[in-house]
């Protein structure tokens, strides 16, 4: 698939993905396919899948667009022949997220981001973690996708925890 442009849905704990640069996670990766590599992390208590994505290779990493907001992760994957799919924030019971969410067709309607949600944005070659607190008034003109979610699980390349 080399050259093809791959969509992947960035949703719940988009952290995730960028987990791959922390040391609990170094050791043996799956290569999918250029600019994916896989690897499951399994203790007793947790069953971690992580995906690292290399952002300057010919990935496309999107946002689920308001109109495909009720499909479940796996039926947006095989509807839009993702490599990855990863759930998002946390929704209401319309299905209406929490936090902000943004992605090729702008701004979900009635969604902005508050002070207790951080922010994945990604674009341009490039990712960036917006922590709680920092509310994001309006997209940057870099970015393409934003996904919001809580709670911070890496700070500064290094997985918190809850002591």
């Known amino acids: 698939m080399k050259g093809a442009s791959m ?3 960035l949703r719940r704990c988009a952290l995730l993905l960028l987990l791959a ?15 994916v590599d896989y690897r499951n ?10 995906a690292r994505i290399d952002l300057t290779s010919d990935v496309r990493v999107i946002a689920t667009p308001e109109s495909q907001r009720r499909l479940r992760v796996s039926d947006f994957a095989k509807k839009n022949k993702a490599i990855v799919a990863v759930n998002g924030d946390y929704f209401t019971k319309e299905f209406q997220p929490i936090g902000l ?3 090729t067709c702008g701004v ?3 969604t902005k981001d508050t002070s207790r949600e ?3 944005a990604i674009g341009d ?15 940057e003109p870099w970015m393409e996708t934003i996904v919001s979610g809580w709670p911070m699980l890496v700070k500064a390349c290094t997985p918190l925890t809850s002591s």
């Open 21 to 35: 640069a922390s040391p609990l996670f170094a050791g043996d990766w799956t290569h999918v396919t250029d600019g």
């Open 125 to 139: 070659g490039r990712a960036e973690i917006f922590p709680q607190r920092d509310v994001l008034e309006q997209p």
């Open 108 to 110: 979900w309607k009635e």
């Open 101 to 103: 969410v943004f992605g």
């Open 41 to 50: 992390y399994a203790t007793d208590t947790f069953n971690i899948h992580v």
């Open 118 to 120: 951080g922010l994945v």
């Open 7 to 9: 969509d992947l849905a």
